[in-house]
């Protein structure tokens, strides 16, 4: 969930060998089915294109509030007995929220798959949401705020960074809300949700694993095609004013070590074919901290020695508009100042020299090869799968990105970087660390804003 | 969602009859390592694992953090490649190293595409890593600084505060408990990592396992080139016996987070324990078993007091923790507590029910499937039953004897080796904290 996460994986597709079968049922609701009969395993997950960017002023957090909702019953299915059928299946479930999509899954012995789509597609529709019940729930919610962001520096940073970075886009809003929608929500906030995305021609069932397709496409329709198509509101469409100059923040916050993050706003995939810039981002990304020897780690963290660690990273498939980052944080001795114009002097080799064709071929045979680990997690393909559909693009398009990934040319990584890496675009985010003890703040520290 | 659950995973087997559990082939190889081997060919790849008894619990008293260290050099140089090299060739192959490191095992693990050009590079990586590190002098200093800082960072977290307070509270002076400070860590010297690397990564201490895309006759190729050139050490002296605790024990530390973490739990069970049946699957009645636990249900289900509370059983070489774990806002700390105080008391002394432990048995047998549906996850059960010398039968007769379970044996082990008033508690969080209520 935190945003300049590695999508690598994401944007990596498997070609011939992938038996993927495809079908709409009259409801609207796409089926997606993969057959891999590696191990008498399934995993049905169903993606709703409804995340937090879909929420409105007010009642941010209610994507993730409802999906935590999701397990609380049905008329048909009591309070608890959710989870206790599928665990009695010998089957492992859970859920999660993004900005773009909230997604349901479960993970069974293939005879199991009935049991699940009956008690998934029970739950699109008939899902009883007490007052009672979201009293409760709201506060486990809290809890898991306190937990993930309030408590967490690097959370914090991160939730600031998109607060600022973003000025009328929704992704400036954090997927578990802020604390105090959060005290004012209400079940009628969840209820509303609910009724408004929760709907069969607002989703994507995939079922990966040994199974037959025939067999599935049945089984949808008998569970999930007398589901009624829902009335969806119509999606605005954001489009985030220009950055006119650099942006700089300080979150302070418990910690020992101060934090850099830098983000640019940067192109996210629209059009797989004619699009050039995402995957060179891609490709910039893997140059830049693709492995141990790549650029930023040998030579700020291990030649230099101004870093404890760094990363650079970027997702090009989202809803929404995309940035490229970079984190780092500095070593004993260095001050943040120091550390970014490391980073810049790292980034403007890039724009002067560009990237030879070794470090392009170093990153396609990770490519290569992570084309074929990537056989080996059922569930992540799954996922490959849900998540390309729910964010607008096709799973048809995985190989095209692939191939268009591999063709990126070092003239594309040095355009890109000259583009994209602009100052204008930046938002620099720096952690203040504070010491344990509240009553004392440190004064001054180690960083500074300008 | 609890990574602390992922080693317990490996514990839980199953097989018979519906479900074929992968053929294990075992042989010891001519360096005295022992291997153990599934030959599977549905993918282009290969995992490997080599363990040793090289973990935490290995340090001397008055050298904490070597065995760490000497874990954390191995891939940053080794003959006739610095720790570029390393990186670089391996890149360029596709390949990755990735390593493990707990009390009891030192691991390195490589997987790699199947197709020979790219086996042969990452093998002899590998092989170099494992057998001829170099520890590099400048390598080691810019290491120690690194986790130095890592270590100062870490002491602001209450996670670790509290993990590192619990380890202590539970197993007092003995190495399951032990946490390497930075005085430790600064006075480590190369020659302290050669040494331990002499001493630990012994040939005929060595576990591989193989998993993957090649023939017996490769497989017993490759295990000889990554250990026909480890020290010849004699075996590693075993670690020491773990005490019981005796009473209850108490402790707060003040933070400004606005959660509190609690930790509650005792010294537990070892690999070999004949309890471990009953208590793996009581525990997942009491915490382990996700959404349907009682501690989830009394905690976060009927009260919303917590998004996570567990607990479980971490078997060891020597008795591991039995540990329950939560967090919860400072304001409601005491109230929790008594929560799960009381939770674990009533289900120690009135036991669990037919229907819970029905439900129990269906899911750890019915979801056996889950727990060997990849390379990487059977790579992981021949490591654990190399390294813990379990019966090759292993997965065969995990079935069986989570059917054999009854509700009298269960209780009857919660009785004898859990008793919840001779617990540490640690709770970290809350400024007006410090005080034992």
Sequence with gaps: MRFYAFCWGLLIAIGAQAEVFEQTLSNGLKVIVKEDRRAPVVVQQVWYRAGSMDEKTGVTGVAHVLEHMMFKGTKAVPMGEFSRRIAAAGGRENAFTSYDYTAYFQQLHKSQLELAMKLEADRMHNLNLSDQEFAKEIRVVMEERRWRTDDDAHALLDERLMATAYQEHPYRNPIVGWMNDLKNMTADDARHWYQTWYAPNNATLVIAGDVDAKQVFALAKKYYGRIRAGKLPARKHYEEPAQLGIKRIVVKAPAELPHLVMAYHAPTLRDVEKDWQPYALSVLAGVLDGNDSARLNKSLVRERQVATSIGAGYANTSRGPTMFSLEATPAAGTSVEALEAAIREQLQMIVRDGVSEEELRRVRAQVTAAEVYKLDSLFYQAMQIGQIESIGLSQHDLPVMLKKLQAVTAEQVQAVARDILRDDQLTVAVLDPQPLAADKPQQGGHAHAH | ?437
């Design chain 2, 1 to 437: 969602m609890r990574t602390k659950l992922i080693s317990f995973v490996l514990l839980c087997g199953f097989a018979a009859g519906a479900l074929a559990t992968p053929q294990i082939q075992h042989w010891q190889a001519a360096s005295g390592a022992r291997v153990y081997f599934v030959e599977d060919h549905n993918l282009p790849m290969l995992d490997v694992a080599v363990s040793f008894p090289a973990g935490s619990a290995y340090d001397k008293a008055d050298k904490k953090g070597v065995a760490g260290l000497t874990h954390g050099l191995l891939d940053l140089g080794a003959q006739g490649m610095n720790e570029d090299d390393i990186a670089r060739k391996l890149a360029d192959v596709g390949a990755r190293i990735a390593s493990s490191f707990d009390a009891d095992r030192s691991a390195v693990t490589l997987r790699t595409l199947s197709s020979q050009a790219e086996r042969d590079v990452a093998l002899d990586i590998l092989a170099r890593v494992l057998q001829q590190p170099l520890f590099p002098q400048e390598v080691l200093a810019r290491e120690k600084a690194r986790l130095v800082a890592s270590l100062r960072e870490a002491e602001t977290k209450p996670e670790f505060l509290s993990e590192k307070a619990f380890g202590k509270a539970v197993f007092g002076t003995h190495p399951y408990g032990w946490q390497s400070e930075v005085k430790d860590i600064e006075k480590i010297q190369r020659d302290d990592l050669q040494a331990f690397f002499r001493s630990h990564y012994g040939a005929k201490d060595a576990v591989v396992a193989l998993m993957g895309d090649v023939s017996r006759q490769q497989a017993e190729a490759i295990a000889q080139q990554l250990t026909a050139q480890l020290p010849q050490s004699g075996s590693v002296a075993s670690l020491p016996a773990v005490a019981g605790l005796q009473a209850g024990y108490e402790l707060r530390i003040p933070h400004p987070a606005s959660q509190s973490h609690i930790l509650i739990g005792a010294p537990g069970i070892a690999r070999n324990d004949p309890d471990y049946f009953p208590l793996y699957v009581g525990n997942y009645i009491l915490g382990g078993g996700g959404f349907v636990s009682r501690l989830m249900n009394e905690v976060r289900e009927k009260r919303g007091m917590a998004y996570s509370v567990y607990s479980y059983f971490m078997p060891m070489q020597q008795p591991g923790a039995f540990q329950i774990g939560l967090q919860t806002k400072n304001e409601q700390v005491d109230e929790a507590l008594q929560v799960v105080r009381k939770t674990v008391h009533d289900f120690v002394a009135k036991g669990v029910t037919e229907a819970e432990l029905r439900a129990a048995k269906q899911n750890i047998i019915g979801g056996f499937p889950l727990r060997i549906d990849s390379n990487r996850k059977i790579l992981d059960y021949l490591s654990v039953i190399g390294f813990y010398d379990l019966p090759l039968t292993y997965l065969d007769d995990f079935q069986i004897s989570i059917e054999q379970v009854d509700v009298r044996a269960i209780n009857d082990a919660f009785r004898r080796r859990i008793d919840p008033d001779a617990m540490a508690t640690v709770i970290v969080g809350g400024q007006a904290a410090g005080e034992t209520k």
